[in-house]
């Protein structure tokens, strides 16, 4: 992640309907599979918004990122747990220690994703989950990606294959996201059919109305998500245990 891209999530994050849906479905899922008490570990925390959710709900929390800004951001807001650390390399954390780990748009940023969930799995205690999110399908990567540092984008299958690779069993799988994925289509037809431009990694402003739309819809999903996977969708979601 870029520093330019950090100090957007702090802008955002607070209110933006994308992080504040996707945080709100990761409560859920915590909740449904792994609630606290316990050790809740997120890796690549951004700006910690989601850790100080997190900690509010219950959770004794941690974090690893590997931007020193996002470190230092946490621990001006109070996280002292959370520490510089590539997510390839083995954690620095006791085996069976961790009741559950947030990985959210995080491992299409990695080269070795099946290292990460490997990682993320030997701290893990029984009983406890890795909750995870990644964009899906390979055929919608663009220059949005490329500005974010993917390295892919996912289906169900994937993310299944990778974590049986890693050694974990797969709980839930379900896409996420399906209301804005017409609007994706058309956003990236229409750059692979524009001559090749610079793009941002910004994500495009709403109106306050519109905002408030989308989290409708995303709660609607959520509703939905607890009685039937949903089909297809921007994301794809996992609940993983050892």
Not at 85 to 105: G, I, M, N, T, Y
Not at 158 to 165: D, G, I, T, V
Not at 197 to 215: D, G, I, K, Q, W
Request: glycine share 6%.
């Amino acid at each position: 992640m870029q520093a330019a891209h950090l100090d957007e999530l702090v802008e955002l994050e607070e209110s933006y309907w994308w992080h504040v849906a996707k945080r709100q479905l990761a409560l859920r899922l915590l909740q449904q599979y792994c609630p606290p008490p316990g050790r809740l570990v997120e890796g690549g925390i951004g700006s910690c918004r989601n850790l100080l959710e997190f900690r509010e709900a219950g959770y004794d929390v941690s974090g690893f990122d590997v931007m020193p800004e996002a470190v230092e951001l946490a621990h001006e807001r109070g996280l002292t747990d959370v520490r510089q650390h590539d997510l390839s390399q083995p954690w620095p954390l006791e085996a069976d220690s961790v009741r559950a780990v947030v990985l959210l748009d995080v491992i299409e940023h990695i080269e070795d994703p099946v290292r990460v969930l490997q990682n993320a799995g030997e701290v893990l205690s029984p009983g406890g989950c890795i909750i995870v999110t990644v964009p899906a399908y390979q055929w919608l990567f663009g220059r949005w990606d490329e500005a974010l540092g993917h390295f892919r984008r996912y289906t169900g299958r994937r993310l299944r294959s990778e974590a049986r690779q890693a050694g974990l069993k797969v709980r839930k799988l379900t896409y996420w996201n399906a209301f804005t994925l017409p609007a994706a289509i058309a956003v990236r037809t229409c750059q692979k059919l524009r001559p090749p431009r610079e793009t941002s990694a910004e994500f495009p402003r709403v109106s306050p109305f519109t905002n408030r739309m989308l989290l409708t819809c995303a709660d609607a999903e959520r509703w939905m998500m607890d009685r039937l996977p949903v089909p297809c969708g921007l994301s794809v979601v996992g609940v993983l245990c050892k």
